[in-house]
Nanobody, 131 residues
Framework: QVQLVESGGGSVQAGGSLRLSCAAS????????MGWFRQAPGKEREGVAT???????NYADSVKGRFTISQDNAKNTLYLQMNSLKPEDTAIYYC?????????????????????????WGQGTQVTVSS
């Protein structure tokens, strides 16, 4: 079964950087999309960035120019490099994966990113940015 394990969260001051990692296992699909989503206290979960298996990336407007999603295929690990962090970036960050062959998908409207259908989630990692 698909397993996603996030790491790398922590506390940082505004303007600082963090790199999140998501170790993925238990799948053999060639086509997939993976992404980072976050949920702040009292708010709905929102998409941060997604990356398709063909290398296409999409970002939410709120993180464009500050966050970078990448993947090390040899290690089956997804990363999120977060620079110039702001207090409003404080949230629990989740890694998610979707596989078209099993009915999952990611999509973007150019301003936000989403995941739908059958998808998988990690347990989350806390990111706290202080002013």
């Amino acid at each position: 079964q698909v397993q996603l394990v996030e790491s790398g969260g922590g506390s940082v001051q505004a303007g600082g950087s963090l790199r999140l990692s998501c170790a993925a296992s238990g799948y053999s699909y060639i086509a997939y999309c993976m992404g980072w989503f976050r949920q702040a206290p009292g708010k709905e979960r929102e998409g941060v960035a997604t990356r398709d298996s063909d290398g296409t990336t999409n970002y939410a407007d709120s993180v464009k120019g500050r966050f970078t999603i990448s993947q090390d295929n040899a290690k089956n690990t997804l990363y999120l490099q977060m620079n110039s962090l702001k207090p409003e970036d404080t949230a629990i960050y989740y890694c998610a994966a979707a596989f078209p062959r099993s009915g999952g998908y990611c999509y973007s409207d150019g301003r936000a990113v989403y995941i739908g259908g059958n998808n998988y989630w990690g347990q989350g990692t806390q990111v706290t940015v202080s002013s």
